[in-house]
């Protein structure tokens, strides 16, 4: 899809692409944001003394923005599964034997969306000291996009969570709120590192 098809088809009334495809976009413009300001940054001289992180770096960004692209298209075929199950009688043996599989995988693509947020953001907290200084602005927008993929993937889980066994719902719960909390905290330390003079 374009971007304009995209935005169009999470417009339009249909289940997918919904909220986990667009956390899981969003991270791929984190990705890619944060690859533009290493683009900015290898080759320049003064920053030669990191040019093979910087190099490593690009490499994994772009690792990243196809996961997360990746993580969208599973996330909304996660959702595609649980909304046709869900339509279905509940006393429909075929309901009954796979939404639970179906439900822990729209609970497994958001999980991992977060995942990959936080990695980003740990990612940046290494550029952010040696990457060009004029980009900076646009590394600090590159993780509050990070932060809010891992917010939007929160919901995601937290609505999906809520039809699972309460121990392994508690379980879930647990780790995203983690993965969210530590996303927050790895978005400030960059935001200082991107305002220092």
Excluded at 28 to 39: E, H, K, P, Q, T
Excluded at 40 to 54: I, P
Excluded at 59 to 78: K, T, Y
Excluded at 96 to 107: F, G, K, N, R, Y
Aim: glycine share 8%; aromatic share 2%.
């Amino acid at each position: 899809m374009t971007v304009e098809q995209f935005l169009a088809a999470t417009h339009a009334k249909s289940p997918t692409p919904g909220g986990g495809a667009v956390a899981s976009a969003v991270g791929a413009l984190s990705a890619a944001l944060a690859g533009m300001v290493v683009s900015y940054s290898v080759g320049r001289k003064s920053l030669s003394a990191h040019e093979g992180t910087l190099r490593d770096a690009d490499a994994r960004l772009v690792r990243a923005r196809g996961l997360m692209l990746a993580l969208a298209d599973e996330d909304a075929a996660a959702y595609g599964v649980v909304n046709e199950l869900m339509r279905l009688p509940e006393d429909n043996p075929v309901r009954q034997a796979d939404l639970p599989a179906a439900l822990q995988a729209a609970v497994d693509a958001p999980m991992a969306t977060a995942a990959a947020g936080v990695d980003l953001l740990r990612l940046m907290v290494e550029l952010a000291p040696i990457t060009n200084r004029m980009l900076r602005s646009d590394l600090g927008i590159a993780a509050v996009l990070a932060e809010a993929t891992v917010a939007a993937a929160r919901w995601n889980v937290l609505i999906n969570a809520g039809s699972l066994a309460e121990t392994a719902r508690r379980e879930l719960m647990g780790r995203i709120d983690g993965l969210q909390a530590k996303a927050g905290e790895l978005r400030r330390g960059i935001e200082a590192a991107c305002v220092q003079p």
